[in-house]
């Protein structure tokens, strides 16, 4: 199980950046119906079948290349979703043995309503709360796997060995981390905020909005309409946005604000992790691996801006933002879980040293963007 949840988690991954390359090429509709395209299992290409799918939809003509980025990103989800349901199965069957089963069964119900979402997405014609809704979705089952593998191999490593910690040395980490806990948590919210307001400034296309540095073109504080930005207007169609440029405009401000916000956060929590002396050194690694990731990340979000929301970097920049909030939750599981359940994964793994500068501890053998011209047209982008 533990293997197929990590291949699941790989799988997952992709699917949220096929995903993203699907929003970004435009090819949300590029099938008009689901879950096949123009009623077939696959791309229509024979000249038969495409005339069939252009007399049934001749608002939406065959785009070859559209469509199969859309058929593809279909059919890695339903083999993540088969996946997901093969974990929830072997979870029940192995409820006995101490393996997690309220998590699978919560990531089935998700997934199953992750496809519902994938749905609507085309038969809502894009419908930004959806297609955001979708998005965030996608992260959830993708955080959902991860907390569910570290679980799983949490639970190996107890059936496996038995640590034994002094009890002086364990008070003393968690009184370290007990501080560092609140911290985490809400920056995990702060991120899934972060994450969200970028879904939805590219569920809008607002993505190039804003072109110049820092905050937006001159005039900018005269166009900002919070009220219409955050609501969703009447519309048949929401493909290349229904809000206006002031709105969009709005979006897109607010976005970069959260991105200082975030930055700033995450910045405070790697730097505290690393100072504090009741951290371990594997929990000191995942800070400055997400540190790492921050830094890539607005590296991502900067040049989306300056060089006009290339395909490449808007979708490295969706990559990256779930490399970040995996680092930030596993960062949280070392310091939620309870040190004398995962010590020797998590406490004492990084080396013998860690383990033997606690006196009376035994050893353990395990080490373990203003363009008009632009901006009708312009893909979502993802600024996180």
């Known amino acids: 199980m533990k293997k197929l949840t990590l291949f699941s988690l790989f799988l997952a991954a992709v699917v949220i950046i096929l995903g993203a390359y699907t929003r970004l090429t435009d090819a949300g509709l590029g099938c008009p119906d689901w879950p096949g395209c123009y009623g077939n299992l696959t791309v ?21 290349f559209k469509a199969w980025n859309e058929m593809v990103h ?45 749905m609507w997405t085309v038969t809502l014609n894009l419908l930004p709360v959806v297609v955001m809704g979708h998005l965030l979705g996608g992260f959830t089952v993708l955080s959902c796997l991860f907390i569910l593998y570290l679980r799983l191999k949490q639970h190996d490593v107890q059936l496996q060995q038995n640590v034994e910690v002094s009890s002086e040395a ?8 007990k501080r560092l806990k609140g911290f985490a948590l809400v920056g995990v919210g702060v991120l899934v905020v972060q994450i969200a307001l970028g879904g939805w400034t590219s569920a809008n296309y607002a993505a190039l909005a804003c072109t110049e540095m820092p905050i937006c073109e001159a005039g900018w504080q005269s166009r900002l309409d919070f009220a219409g930005a955050f609501s969703v207007p009447d519309a048949e169609n929401y493909e290349f946005g229904a809000h206006d440029y002031g709105e969009r405009v709005t979006m897109h401000i607010v976005h970069r604000a959260g991105a200082l916000v975030t930055f700033a956060y995450l910045l405070a929590l790697g730097l505290s992790v690393l100072r504090a002396s009741g951290t371990t050194n594997l929990q000191k690694r995942i800070a400055t691996f997400m540190l ?21 970097v808007a979708v490295m920049h969706n990559a990256v933002a779930a490399v970040l909030l995996l680092s930030l939750l596993y960062l949280v599981f070392t310091l939620v879980v309870p040190l004398s359940k995962h010590s020797n994964q998590f406490t004492f793994a990084s080396t013998q040293n860690d383990v033997s500068s606690h006196k009376g501890a035994p050893l353990s053998a395990a080490h ?12 979502g982008g993802f600024h996180g």
Do not use: D
């Open 170 to 177: 364990l008070a003393q980490k968690q009184n370290g981390q």
């Open 44 to 64: 229509p290409l024979s000249e038969e079948k495409v005339a069939q799918a252009n007399a049934a939809y001749p608002e939406r003509p065959v785009e070859a």
């Open 74 to 118: 279909r059919y890695f989800a339903g083999t993540l979703g088969l996946c997901v349901l093969a974990i929830a199965v072997i979870a029940v069957r192995n409820r006995g043995k101490g393996t997690p089963v309220k998590l699978p069964l919560f990531l089935l119900g998700l997934i199953t309503f992750q496809a519902a979402l994938g």
């Open 368 to 379: 373990s963007s203003f363009s008009t011209h632009a901006l009708t047209k312009a893909p």
């Open 292 to 312: 790492g990731a921050l830094s890539v990340q607005v590296a991502l979000g900067i040049s989306n801006i300056v060089f006009m929301l290339p395909l490449g």
